[in-house]
């Protein structure tokens, strides 16, 4: 049964109804509004003017009439162009044509109205200003034409983000998500968007939006800052989408937009060309065959002989799809035959390895093992089971020398990744005018994506459960809505919309008894077993044989909002309700067939039972069958959470004087805490008892949701615009804004609703638990009452929990900003503008069930006793990880940027801007805080966001070369207008700092306590810096070990034993970006309303490659590893390899 609506969440929705009813509303996302004043040749404002905007194209009307104060507001407008026309009588008629209006604008154009009869006319044609006199919000506006001319890599439509000052990126962003981008400083999780005017993104994280085609994009608006109070759940800023509508001619576009192998250049480590087949030096000719073909139409609705749609009803439809087939060449790591058959040498360099089954405690209770000689492990010692996978070799076997660490082989394997992507989206939208009064439409999108994992050094997928899987994924997003105009000075818009993702993940070894195939006994049936975990090209996965299970998530949200707008005097009112209802269930088999860790199995021991630093080998330790820990987990229950958001607002735009307008609003939102369907919560209580263990600390199962639902989210907004000369307008604004906390991870707070079941030795114990052959022992759950099942173990570190705090509320984001903006002409604006923010009372998640880091630091006694058994000195030692989610994070941002902008004319528009910026936070995100430093001292991690990116400069622009018909040159028709007619180019340049490094360190001689006690960075020293000339890597980029370090290692130093670096985080700036994408296309005139366009796209012309950070690990036993850049983006999508795309499109 579903959740009834407590008292106060009633009380609130019935306030909301009130507040409805008792005020009439506001605009819609993504429409606009024209607004201005009116006064006669004595400057005496002139009421009752009659006032009708029409829309050019589909002849849509709006009216309205100017009030007592001389001032009309004509809200609700679609973007395009209009024809505004002013009638009052004893005055002549003015009209003003030709207004280009853009979503979110609020135009001001002020008229004075000429003495004469209303049959006499006044006429005037042109482009209003550009100054933004009406608004404090900051912002960019793209028109959907001039983002399709762009050169935007598969031309997702996020990628617009790149054009917008106060936007940073973490890494090289794919435009398919939000995940990488960044406004203001904000984390990507508050990043709003809407198509249409609806919410269409993900329940959780919400960095999965849906994807409009771009070919049926009107416009894209992006806010960054001190947004009106009708806009909410966007402490990150807001992206909102508007789809063309059709107009009262029939339109299309058919393109096909794609390249081959011979159009795209290698990557700059590739040390293969893409159409090289070189067996010996390991090169296969490699795929690329990439197609996006694309079309739309639109028009009236026109059934012959029964309705004629013109004037009234309007359609769009468009179709896109992506067919991607490509092989990208990497430098991986495999492990050798020479490993395969139990040697360890490693060329002299292996780590020393001990025989796991001679460990022993000797009378003294000192532990011991026996080394194994020379590193060689007889096949005769080979587990059965790592035998069978031996002989079964998994591995793409090795194909260069490469070289060796201390750890094994590094680079020795030069691997082709084949990217089999299909990518399928349709759109639509159909518009219907009533009267002047009264308009609906009602929009459509959905997106399908699949393509199989890419395993790098896996040549059986059932091996490979991580990379190998397949994962389709479907989104929809659908809304209705209405305008009406219920008088000349008020409207009313209402819309309903639903947004969907369907995601499942198929596993290749699912059903297939590979347990049974490999001889573990004892173990289920449904999946192969994992390894180990961690980078597929080490020892610690053995060498990438990770699986885990299936899973199908479904999600959605229901929106609903109505909101009013009307005029007063000289204050333009709004007023709005919004419902966003969300519901997800995720259904997972994690990994009940096993997973198994074979770590410091083959290390050398210490007397306390530690493991020697440096010695051992993981893959040994497979190879002897000895299992360090295993455990097993089958999931009892799905997760079914739900909540809602209710909010609320109030805007006020008061035009104090003719040049001087403050916004003033508030807004009130109230989040239902999360719950599932069916009541099936877990959290961690420290002072509940464990009935597993009888100490104090175990888990709840509250049939309540977690956290106390958060009553204060009051969030006002204040901001002004002064005119205060013709051309200047001075902007500022402050606004605080609330983070919506929705769901936290997928899968979370459900512990006990799955059986956990874990073979370990206890903690001080270094003896292997079973032989991997052997297989577990057997085991029987008991299943509580209520549905749950207890751990099962006798060391407690794979308990994990998730601790929410009970008192969490809504984090809230405080931005401000101020602006001067100077109108150079006709069609050039200038801006400079700064913009900050803070993040209070982030959502930030830290490990809880640990000890300072100095733990016994006057103590030798007790450090060693915690170093020889840390699990026993937790707070709460019968659990592993304990993840505290609490409101522990803040976070600063402060930017400054020079803009200046051309409007289109005379065929060329372009759009420029410098932005110096610095953000900060201790977390990057909601979920990225286990282990990294002691809850004790997160002051620890505050530094450089992980996306902070200082200096960014960004130079957009579109130009129609004023050659051939209808141009300034060779203006003629025929063979003239065919060669030198219709050209036209386009290109970006972006050129950034790089994203922080971060650093830590390994084999170090010295202890130290778990990372969970705190993150291992080295000591500095000195002031550590990427090196001036970095861009030398040398002579031989294909062998990593020639390849020259960016960064000297020397700045670092390891650290004392048990205490933490003294390197804090991000603290130097990686490599910089510089990127250039350019177009250029044809268009051929066929017929008056046929046209066809060839096109040619480049990324990256001038081979300014950029690359990948370089490795930061500190490691003196094998230094030549660090500092190294290896690597190169492997997406074009963001500063990629060159590439060239053409497109052969017909237009009507």
């Known amino acids: 049964m579903e959740r009834r609506l407590p008292v106060n969440l009633s009380l609130i929705a019935a306030l909301g109804i009130a507040v409805l009813a008792s005020f009439p509303l506001l605009a819609q996302f993504g429409t606009a509004t024209i607004t201005g004043r009116v006064t006669d040749p004595s400057g005496a404002v002139v009421p009752g003017v009659s006032v009708e905007v029409v829309h050019l194209e589909t002849n849509f009307r709006y009216t309205a009439q100017t009030n007592a104060e001389g001032i009309y507001r004509v809200a609700s407008l679609n973007p395009g162009r209009y024809r505004i026309s002013f009638e009052a009588e004893g005055f002549k008629r003015f009209v003003r044509d030709n207004v280009d209006l853009r979503q979110g604008d609020v135009l001001a154009i002020d008229v004075t109205l000429e003495i004469g009869a209303v049959a006499e006319s006044i006429e005037v044609s042109g482009r209003p200003q550009l100054l933004e006199t009406e608004t404090s919000a900051t912002g960019t506006t793209v028109q959907g034409e001039v983002i399709y001319d762009l050169p935007i890599y598969q031309r997702w439509l996020p990628s617009v983000l790149q054009l917008v000052p106060g936007m940073q990126q973490s890494g090289y962003a794919w435009g398919g998500s939000l995940g990488a981008y960044h406004i203001a400083g904000q984390r990507s999780s508050a990043i709003a968007f809407y198509e249409d005017g609806v919410n269409a993104q993900d329940q959780g994280a919400g960095t999965q939006n849906i994807n409009p085609i771009m070919n049926a994009v009107a416009e894209v608006k992006v806010l960054t800052t001190t947004l009106p109070a009708e806009y909410g759940h966007s402490a990150g800023g807001v992206i909102s989408v508007v789809k063309k509508s059709g107009t009262n001619q029939f339109h299309g576009l058919a393109s096909i937009f794609g390249r081959s192998r011979s159009m795209q250049h290698r990557r700059f480590f590739d040390k293969c060309r893409t159409s090289q087949n070189d067996p010996v030096q390991g090169c296969t000719e490699q795929m690329v065959f990439f197609l996006q073909p694309d079309f739309n139409l639109s028009g009236p609705v026109w059934l012959p002989k029964l309705y004629d749609g013109r004037n009234k009803t309007f359609w769009l439809v468009a179709y896109q799809k992506l067919i991607e087939k490509k092989t990208n060449q990497f430098i991986g790591t495999t492990p050798t035959a020479a490993m395969k058959n139990g040697d360890f040498t490693f060329n002299g360099l292996g780590r020393p390895l001990y025989d796991p089954w001679s460990t022993r405690q000797l009378p003294n209770g000192t532990w011991t093992r026996d080394p194994i000689p020379g590193n060689i492990i007889p096949k005769s010692r080979f587990d059965p089971v790592a035998r069978k996978i031996i002989e079964i070799d998994p591995w793409v076997p090795e194909n260069q020398p490469g070289q060796f660490d201390s750890r094994g082989p590094v680079d020795n394997l030069i691997y082709d990744e084949h990217a089999r992507v299909f990518f399928e989206d349709w759109s639509g939208r159909i518009d219907h005018q009533f009267n002047p009064y009264v308009k609906v439409y009602g929009s459509y999108t959905y997106n399908y994506r699949s393509g199989k994992g890419r395993p790098s050094n896996i040549r059986i997928r059932d091996f490979d459960g991580e990379q190998g899987n397949e994962t389709p994924e ?576 020397n700045y670092f130093a390891y650290p004392p034993a048990f205490t933490p670096g003294n390197a804090g985080r991000n603290i130097v700036t990686g490599l910089p970006l510089i990127w250039t994408t350019v177009s250029a296309q044809k268009n051929f005139r066929i017929k008056e309303r046929l046209r066809a366009q060839l096109r040619w796209d480049m990324n990256n012309p001038f081979k300014t490659f950029n690359f990948d950070p370089p490795t930061t690990t500190v490691d003196f036993k094998n230094p030549k590893s660090f500092g190294k850049v290896t690597s190169d983006p492997r997406t074009a999508s963001w500063g990629g390899q060159p590439l060239m795309n053409l497109t052969l499109a017909l237009l009507w």
Request: charged share 20%; hydrophobic share 35%.
């Open 474 to 1049: 479907r989104m929809w997003n659908g809304s209705v809505g209405n305008t009406w105009v219920i008088s000349p000075t008020v409207v009313n818009d209402i819309r309903l919309g639903y947004f969907r993702r369907l995601r499942r993940k198929m596993v290749p070894s699912y059903g297939k008894n590979w347990p049974q195939q490999l001889g573990i006994p004892n173990v289920a049936p449904d999946l192969m077993p994992a390894f180990g975990r961690g980078s597929a090209f080490s020892p610690e996965s053995i060498y990438g044989l990770t699986v885990s299970g299936p899973n199908t998530r479904a999600g959605d949200t229901w929106s609903f909002r109505e909101d009013f707008s009307f005029v007063r005097g000289r204050h333009a009112f709004k007023t709005g309700y919004e419902l966003l209802r969300f519901r997800m269930n995720f259904s997972q088999i994690n990994r009940p067939s096993g997973d198994f860790r074979f770590d410091n199995m083959t290390a050398g021991l210490q007397p306390n039972g530690q493991p020697v630093p440096n010695t051992g080998n993981t893959f040994a330790g497979f190879l002897l069958g000895a299992v360090r820990q295993a455990t097993f987990d089958s999931y009892l229950a799905a997760w079914l959470p739900r909540s809602a958001i209710h909010s609320v607002y109030f805007q006020d735009d008061w035009k104090a004087t003719p040049n001087l307008t403050f916004n003033i609003g508030i807004r009130y939102s109230n989040e239902t805490p999360f719950t599932t369907k069916w009541r099936q919560l877990t959290n961690f209580d420290p002072n509940a008892i464990d009935d597993v263990t009888g100490r104090k600390g175990g888990f709840v199962h509250p049939r309540k949701p977690l956290f106390k639902r958060d009553n204060n989210n009051f969030q006002p907004r204040f901001g002004m615009a002064w005119r205060f000369h013709p051309r200047w307008v001075l902007r500022g604004g402050f606004a605080v804004n609330t983070v919506d906390i929705k769901y936290p991870s997928e899968w979370s707070h459900i512990e006990e609703y799955y059986t956990l079941v874990n073979f370990q030795q206890p903690p001080g114990d270094p003896r292997p638990v079973f032989r991997l052959s052997d297989g577990p022992p057997r085991f029987q759950l008991k299943l509580r009452p209520d549905g749950t099942a207890p751990y099962y173990g006798t060391n407690y570190s794979a308990r994990t929990a998730e601790f929410m705090d009970g008192h969490l509320r809504n984090p809230y984001v405080l931005n401000w900003n101020t602006s001067i903006q100077l109108q150079l002409s006709a069609n050039y604006l200038l801006e400079l503008s700064y913009q900050g923010s803070a993040g209070v009372r982030l959502v930030e998640r830290w490990e809880y069930n640990t000890f300072p880091i100095d733990f016994g630091a006057n103590d030798p006694a007790l450090r060693e006793a915690a170093f020889a058994r840390p699990q026993d000195f937790r707070p709460f030692p019968h659990f592993g990880s304990i993840l505290y989610r609490s409101n522990m994070g803040h976070s600063t941002y402060h930017g400054g940027t020079i803009k200046l902008e051309k409007r289109y004319s005379a065929g060329l528009t372009f759009i420029t801007f410098y932005t110096f910026s610095k953000s900060i936070d201790s977390q990057d995100s909601d979920n990225s805080g286990s282990g990294v430093a002691p809850i004790q001292n997160r002051g620890l991690e505050k530094a450089r966001a992980g996306w902070d990116r200082n200096h960014r400069f960004s130079f957009t622009a579109t130009y129609e070369l004023p050659f051939g018909q209808g141009r300034r040159w060779l203006n003629r028709g025929g063979i003239v207008d065919w060669i030198f007619g219709g050209w036209e180019i386009a290109g970006i340049q972006t050129m950034e700092s790089g994203t922080p490094l971060n650093f830590t360190f390994a084999n170090s001689p010295y202890n130290y306590f778990p990372t969970w006690v705190g993150a291992r960075r080295p000591n500095v020293v000195g002031k550590p810096r990427i090196r001036k000339n970095w861009r030398d890597f040398g002579g031989d980029r294909f062998n990593s070990n020639n390849i020259n370090p960016v960064i000297d290692i």
